[in-house]
């Protein structure tokens, strides 16, 4: 069955650090998520993307954050200077459609990211 | 305006019961989709069911069941013959087929599953 994969599991940094953290959507997938998760709360959307292109964000996705698909596979979220608030759980998401009634999507086993 | 309401934090439930976990939501798009994930202490998210809103029956995977109530606005899951291993956070969520919403998923805020022995 395909899967969403991402990388690393676990990752640690220090304050003011930068992390990349790592997906690999299901390959015939055109939309992608980024989700975070602080732990014990809710899921919160990040952004999404289509087109090579951000086609929407939230609040929480501000200049510190980008995202890219730097080779056709890959999908990656940057936090350019990481704070000690960016510590949570963070997935990726993809689906062949945009949503609707032909509306599964498939989420990553995510990455635990903790800033010290 | 919360999209996704799940009223019920957290849930005893003895094993080998049922239980429901309550989940409404708001839209104003005829097409829009509904999930239902698990998320256990280890973190991930596994999909459970899945209930499209032009879908005449309700979904049933398993054990889990989706009591998909249109009119009502509500989608609850179901399951039953409950077992230790569905110790979990539960979230319900919602995707929808408006132009800006680009088929992200909004999710409740879950309800903590216990299931004793």
Not at chain 1, 63 to 84: C, H, Y
Request: charge should be negative; hydrophobic fraction near 35%.
């Amino acid at each position: 069955e395909p899967e969403v994969t991402q990388t690393p599991s676990h990752q640690v940094t220090q304050m003011g650090q930068e992390v990349i953290l790592r997906c690999v959507p299901i390959s015939n997938h055109l939309y992608f998520y980024w989700y975070r998760q602080i732990l014990g709360q809710k899921v919160e959307f990040l952004v999404s993307f289509y087109n090579n292109e951000i086609s929407e964000k939230s609040e929480i996705f501000d200049d510190q954050f980008s995202v890219e698909r730097p080779d056709g596979s890959n999908f990656t979220l940057k936090i350019r200077s990481t704070k000690l608030e960016d510590s949570a759980m963070y997935f990726c998401a993809s689906s062949e459609t945009r949503g609707g009634v032909n509306t599964e999507a498939f989420f990553g086993q995510g990455t635990r990211l903790t800033v010290v | 305006a919360q999209k996704i309401t799940q009223t019920q934090p957290g849930m005893f439930v003895q094993e080998k019961e049922a239980v429901t976990l309550d989940c409404t939501y708001d839209t104003s798009d005829p097409s829009y989709g509904l999930f239902w994930y698990k998320q256990p202490s280890s973190g991930e998210m596994i999909f459970l069911i899945y209930q499209g809103s032009y879908d005449q029956q309700n979904a049933t995977e398993g054990r889990y069941s989706l009591n998909f109530q249109k009119a009502r606005k509500s989608a609850n899951l179901v399951i039953s013959a409950s077992q230790l291993g569905d110790s979990a956070m539960y979230f319900c969520a919602m995707r929808e087929a408006t132009t800006d919403s680009w088929g992200k998923f909004q999710f409740g805020a879950g309800t903590q599953v216990v299931v004793t022995p």
